[in-house]
């Protein structure tokens, strides 16, 4: 297995994984039409794959 011949700098490696670090959240769709996280409840109206499973005051 190789050896590195010199150190990578701190600089170097944040900038490798700080590339990466920023993105913004997948949104899902309900059927009438807010954005939500998938596979979360939806909290705008309580409900989860088609089904209402809490109860939300609108």
Do not use: I
């Given at each position: 297995?190789?050896?590195?011949?010199?150190?990578?700098?701190?600089?170097?490696?944040?900038?490798?994984?700080?590339?990466?670090r920023?993105?913004?959240p997948?949104?899902?769709?309900?059927?009438?039409?807010?954005?939500?996280?998938?596979?979360?409840?939806?909290?705008?109206?309580?409900?989860y794959?088609?089904?209402?499973?809490?109860?939300?005051?609108l």
């Open positions: 297995m190789g050896q590195p011949k010199r150190k990578h700098s701190k600089q170097r490696s944040r900038k490798r994984r700080g590339a990466n920023f993105s913004l997948q949104l899902a769709k309900d059927s009438d039409g807010t954005r939500f996280r998938p596979h979360r409840v939806n909290p705008a109206n309580g409900e794959r088609g089904r209402q499973v809490l109860d939300v005051e």
